[in-house]
């Protein structure tokens, strides 16, 4: 695959940060000390904290009532942008979504999402994770949601996290970027550290549905075999929601 355009101007910095995680860290992760470097086109960007959702209700997404629900989520408090999600192959629906503050964030899964999904009376998913620790981590890896132009659409998304708990800040994810820039149609990742329980994870976007298949059923779980950890995947159709997304300033899809 064709990967991002990465300089080396942060690469000391980045050193500085993992140099206390490389030991353990690298071992767990089985990767080799060869980081890779940023990339070099990027905006200023706003948001403290990123949000998860998926509600347990299959339906094809062109018969969600997305727009009466985008309606309203642009008028939450601390709203930036909302990547709409649509599972493969089970029609589940979700979104990734940025926030200005970590209290908006919560505001949003306390408060209004659970009384949006009560009326389908299903049971859902959220969860909340701490932008600012994940910044130059993902920004590395090409993330719109860092301000990175997207380029071409995405054809699939994989959300996946780890039952583990491990401060970013010793996260060897230079190491683990090199490695990840290998893997079969992988577009971008934005990193995830979970608040209040420091679980690590990724929302990556890849080319197709079957690279993205391939990443989450099979690479991902040897992962996690090395850690030792449960974990949890997920693959989305971005096809799918291209139109709901863009509505809602999804910045994977600014390219046109």
Known sequence: MTQPNFPTEHSTRRNMLQMSAIGAGAALFGVTASGSAKATTQTDTSQAAFV???????????????????????????????????????????????????????????GYFPSEVRE?????????????VVRDASIDMGS????????????????????????????????????LQSQKGLKSKTWLSGWNTQTIGGFDAFDTIENATEFAVNAFPETAKKLNAAFYTRVFDANATEEASRYLNSPYYAAT
Not at 120 to 132: E, K, L, P, Q, Y
Not at 144 to 150: E, H, L, M, S
């Open 52 to 110: 998860y959702t998926e509600v347990q209700l299959s339906i094809p997404f062109d018969q969600a009532p997305w727009k009466r629900i985008s309606d309203q989520i642009l008028k939450q408090p601390g709203f930036i942008s909302k990547t709409w999600l649509s599972g493969t192959p089970n029609n589940s629906v979700g979104g990734f979504y940025a926030f200005d503050t970590v209290a908006n964030a919560q505001k949003f899964v306390t």
């Open 120 to 132: 389908f009376s299903v049971g859902h998913t959220t969860r909340i994770f701490n932008a600012n």
């Open 144 to 179: 719109p949601d860092f301000g990175i132009k997207a380029g071409a659409k995405p054809g699939a998304f994989v959300y996946t996290e780890v039952q583990l708990i491990m401060p970013f800040e010793d996260m060897p994810w230079g190491e683990r970027n090199s490695a």
